[in-house]
């Protein structure tokens, strides 16, 4: 009976192939972190079974990852689109707050403070919170969307930037002499007093590292949760005004006034990179998340795309207003910002494009700062009458990820994202141009192994040396002051001294020679039979 | 003009409640996650060194009145642990409550061995009077008791010499003894079943094969594993080495494989089907093992040394993984798992039971389900990166008294000599003259069938 059914069925059913979605296939490529690995030349069984095993669940990891994405990501980012012989860079600015929703447009103001400007400012991780700090020392932190003021304080000096710290509790700001640190109450928390005249501020979020650079030239890293310095940087290429990170891996850009743009990590005292951009000085410069591409601009009129990877210029456009403010938003558009116009660009990083993506002019004043808020479809431009915004669809990534910036953070989940910020605090020195590269082992090049061990061998030499000469002051004990052992002690040393030469040479022409003493040791067939002895082997 | 701008509100976002719990939301995309090998990086080497602030194994110590020789754990109570001292007197210890539940009192010189029976409701002693007595054993109740009772053996079995060893059948009421030779009883029988004798002046230890319970093991003085099977009455296979072995242990998952603790510092992992090379070589012990016990998961054991130390070992790393030792800990003579492989006891000279962590890190009691995550993330980060120096150094580091210390440290030196040595014969000797046997084959002297 059982025979019979086994006879029924077939043996080795086929087995079915599992249907591979073409477009997911696409989709988890952005999740696979580095090339699949071959393993099937390995000759160890043992490693190759374990990073199967690793590969196969980087595999699955990366497949669920990108089926995640399709599937549990709540919304889509915006979008805007001309229909007909409509264009979306001829879309005025009135017309697309009257398209978008009432929630969308609500975002979109002017605040008139022609007093105290122009303004720079900066938003929060999470996009919730923008400091506002006008040239003349006003200074203010708002929670924007609700239209609420967090705090406000004249600090009557000079202001020439403003920055958040690791959240929206703490800011920096660059004033005439030294840079401060503000707490949300607007009270002075700390004076740094080794930030000298600092024209920019950037912090690292990762490292806790607050970076300023300004009229002397010199870029400094300051640990925040520490205090210490943990690095100071002379750039020895003048006054510097423009900086920015390269999210991607924290290095800092920045760009100066010979046309040069240098990329700086804190355990380099020179730039890791040295990059001439313009024929001129460099009057901004951005880089996007993905820390891909960096665009620079000169006031040479040019806007520089540079991919950051390969350290190539892209390629470049030109514009006839001197732009000077730069800034790319999560999702790859680039604003330029020149005198009162703004420009946005979609897609301009990878290929060149041939128009805008949208345009506005600011209505009275000169723009002194251009940020897109993250996780928004904002941009805000801070300028000498004030401050605007303007709806940008498609600018800011619509899903954010609570762990990293939750936008309606509550004071709890502030307060345990702080420890954690803390107990994952990267070292400074940790910053590096590929940070894919922390945590591989890396053999030593063979350059570095050798002149290890010559150094290891002269001071193994020195010692013995050192050692002899020693021995040789002592002269007291009986016997062994006679010439015969003196002599016999020296030979000996020198012979001590020699060995390691001599083994090495013998080793290196035993390498090299191996091949002939082997071809010696057998008898040719023209040598008489008497001299046999002398050969190893018998006759060829 | 077609367009969509973002638009959050609020109310879709947050909770509604301050009672529900905070909405949580993801986004996996690489860009807004940057740096993260970096990340990952420093929180392994944080797992790694909060492993080692943690790294607390030593639980609790039950007291003897004379120095422990010899442990037995029951195979149906995880809570009971049953142990005998040098002064003849067997204790049976509940382990959780920590307290004596009897005292087994009846031998006239010290005991050597105790083993539970299968049933776990007698235990069989031996002792150097020259007998061996069963005894019946209570299950350790939830009610205190004030006083340990004592109790009488059910049962005496006499012999002509004293006994060295004892272990218990795996299913049936058989149990066989190690002496001036290797004896087999049954329960109802006063006189042994059969009687192994191989040329050896006494057998120091004897193991049952747990899977194949007709199999089993003794170890000689004269340096000698032998192999037995109790279908046949005369033994299989005998493998002798140049130093003794103390004791033996059935790997309980792979039960062709076995271990010995030698007095050469070393165990030796055999394959019983292939024994002219050991399968792997365990060192790292200053002196003589004592004895030795696998962890019922057959991934691990655990040994006792002569150098007041306990150590636990990889079924196939060459090096100790965890190292336990005390300011009193005395010469170790008896090592156990616990039956669920969390668990450690080691018997001393000091007259002491310590109980240890096997993991020595991890936490007592019952985690919540976001501890276990946890502690599970951070042993896959160690995992990931114990290659890279620093985490390493961490992770291997031990401390150790300072005569382990010196000591390991002049075997060492030895080992190094002698590997040069080696080095420098073989340099200046005809090429392939030098026959050089593996570390894994170096000790065995014969086998005999």
């Known amino acids: 009976m059982v025979m019979a059914q086994a006879n029924d069925e077939p043996v080795s059913q086929p087995r079915k192939r599992q249907k591979v979605d073409p477009d997911l296939t696409a989709r988890i490529t ?87 400007g122009p303004y720079s400012l900066d938003f929060t991780r999470s996009g919730r919170f923008l400091a506002l700090a006008g040239r003349k020392g006003h200074l203010a932190v708002m929670d924007w969307q609700r239209g609420k003021l967090v705090t406000e304080i004249q600090v009557k000096e000079t202001t020439r930037d403003i ?72 750039t020895r290429l003048g006054p510097c005004s423009v900086m920015r990170q390269n999210p991607w891996n924290a290095v800092l850009c920045l760009g100066h006034a010979n046309g040069t743009a240098t990329l700086w990590a804190p355990n380099m005292p020179t730039p890791l990179v040295r990059l001439l951009c313009h024929r001129g000085p460099i009057k901004a410069l951005a880089v996007d ?42 999702r790859g558009l680039l604003a330029v910002g020149a005198a009162r116009s ?76 702080e420890v954690a910020q803390l107990l994952d605090k990267l070292q400074p020195d940790m910053i590096v141009l590929d940070p894919t590269t922390i945590g591989q082992v890396r053999k030593e090049p063979q350059q570095v192994q050798e002149e290890a061990k010559m150094a290891a061998l002269v001071a193994q030499r020195t010692e013995s040396r050192a050692a002899l000469e020693k021995q040789a002051e002592k002269k007291k004990m009986k016997g062994k002051n006679k010439p015969s052992k003196r002599h016999r002690k020296k030979q000996y040393t020198i012979i001590e001294e020699h060995k390691d030469d001599v083994r090495m040479r013998t080793q290196k022409d035993q390498k090299l020679g191996k091949t002939a003493a082997v071809a010696e040791d057998v008898m040719p067939a023209d040598a008489p039979r008497a001299l046999a002895a002398f050969y190893q082997k018998g006759r060829q | 003009m077609r367009i969509k701008a973002i638009n959050r509100s609020e109310e879709e976002c947050t909770r509604e409640r301050s009672q529900d719990l905070q909405k949580v939301h993801k986004n996996l995309d690489p860009s807004l996650h940057p740096l993260e090998k970096a990340t990952e990086y420093t929180r392994a080497l944080n797992a790694a060194k909060l492993e080692r602030i943690f790294a607390k194994p030593f639980v609790a110590a039950f007291a003897h009145d004379d120095g422990i020789t010899c442990l037995a754990k029951n195979p149906q109570r995880l809570n009971s642990l049953i142990a005998g001292s040098a002064d003849g007197d067997i204790r049976l210890w509940d382990i959780p409550s920590r307290r004596c539940l009897r005292r087994l009192v009846g031998h006239t010189a010290g005991v050597k061995g105790v083993a539970a029976t299968p049933s776990g409701d007698a235990c069989v002693s031996c002792s150097t009077d020259c007998t061996v007595r069963l005894w019946r054993i ?12 004592e109790a009488q053996a059910a049962l005496e079995f006499h012999g002509a010499n004293g006994f060295r060893a004892i272990d218990h059948h795996w299913q049936g009421d058989r149990f066989a003894t190690a ?60 493998l002798i080495m140049q130093t003794r072995s103390n004791a033996i242990a059935w790997n309980p998952l792979e039960a062709f494989n076995f271990t010995v603790a030698s007095e050469d510092c070393n165990l030796y992992t055999y394959d019983m089907r292939k024994l002219d090379m050991a399968a792997c070589l365990h060192q790292d012990f200053v002196s003589a093992v004592m004895d030795l016990d696998y962890s019922p998961t057959g991934r691990e054991f655990v040994a006792g040394s002569y150098d007041r130390s306990v150590r636990m070992f990889s079924y196939n790393g060459g090096h100790s993984k965890e190292v336990f030792h005390t300011k009193r800990m005395q010469r170790v003579f008896s090592v156990r798992f616990s039956a669920d492989g969390s668990y450690v006891f080691s018997g001393s000279d000091d007259m002491n039971v310590r109980i240890w962590k096997a993991d020595a890190s991890a936490p007592l009691g019952k985690l919540l389900p976001r501890q276990k995550q ?31 210390y010196k000591a390991g440290k002049l075997r060492r030196t030895i080992v190094d000599a002698d590997a040069r040595k080696l080095q420098n014969v073989m340099k200046h000797s005809k090429p392939g003259s030098v026959k050089v046997k593996p570390a894994r084959q170096k000790k065995i002297v014969g086998q005999e069938e």
């Open chain 1, 30 to 116: 952005k999740f696979r972190r580095g090339d699949p690995l071959a393993t099937s030349k390995i000759p160890d069984r043992k490693l190759k079974g374990t990073l199967r095993y690793q590969e196969r669940l980087a595999n699955e990891a990366a497949e669920l990852a990108a089926k995640a994405d399709d599937w549990l990501l709540p919304s889509t980012a915006g979008g805007l689109e001309a229909e007909g012989m409509e264009r979306t860079w001829r879309f005025k600015q009135d017309e697309v707050v009257q398209a978008a929703e009432v929630g969308a447009a609500r975002k979109v103001f002017d605040l008139s403070l022609t007093e105290l």
């Open chain 1, 163 to 234: 920055q958040f710290l690791h959240n929206e509790s703490f800011f920096a700001t660059a004033q005439r002499k030294y840079a401060y640190i503000y707490d949300r109450n607007g009270v002075e928390v700390h004076c740094l007093r080794d930030h000298v005249e600092a024209s920019c501020l950037e912090f690292l979020p990762h490292h806790f590292l607050l970076c300023s650079v300004g009229r002397p030239g010199v870029l400094r890293y300051q640990d925040t949760s520490t205090g210490q310095t943990a690095a100071a940087h002379r």
């Open chain 1, 289 to 330: 998340t993905d820390g891909r591409n960096m665009v620079t601009a000169g006031a040479d009129g040019q806007v520089r795309v540079w991919d950051l990877r390969m350290l190539r210029p892209r390629h470049a456009y030109f514009s006839r207003a001197t732009p000077d403010r730069l800034d790319i938003s999560q």
């Open chain 1, 342 to 417: 703004i420009q946005v660009w979609q897609g301009a990083l990878e290929h060149k494009a041939n128009s805008p993506y949208m345009r506005h002019d600011v209505f009275s004043g000169r723009l002194s700062s251009l940020a897109f808020c993250p996780y928004e479809d904002v941009l805000a431009a801070g300028h000498s009458d004030g401050l605007s915004t303007m709806l940008v669809p498609g600018a800011g990534e619509p899903n954010y990820d609570s762990r990293v910036a939750d936008p309606f953070q509550g004071r709890n989940a502030r307060r345990e994202q």
């Open chain 2, 138 to 149: 209570p299950a350790a109740g939830m009610q205190p008791a004030a006083e340990p009772q």
């Open chain 2, 179 to 238: 002496g001036a030779q290797v004896d087999v009883w049954d329960h109802a029988r006063s006189e042994p079943m059969s009687t192994f004798r191989w040329g050896a002046e006494s057998a120091l230890s004897v193991r049952f094969n747990p899977v194949e319970p007709e199999i089993f093991t003794s170890t000689g003085s004269d340096r000698s594993i032998a192999l037995y099977d109790l279908r046949s009455s005369t033994p299989i296979r005998k």
């Open chain 2, 374 to 404: 946890t502690q599970a993330y951070n042993q896959a980060l160690i995992r990931r990166f114990k290659h890279l120096p620093e985490i390493n150094r961490i992770v291997r580091h031990r401390h150790v008294p300072k005569p382990i």
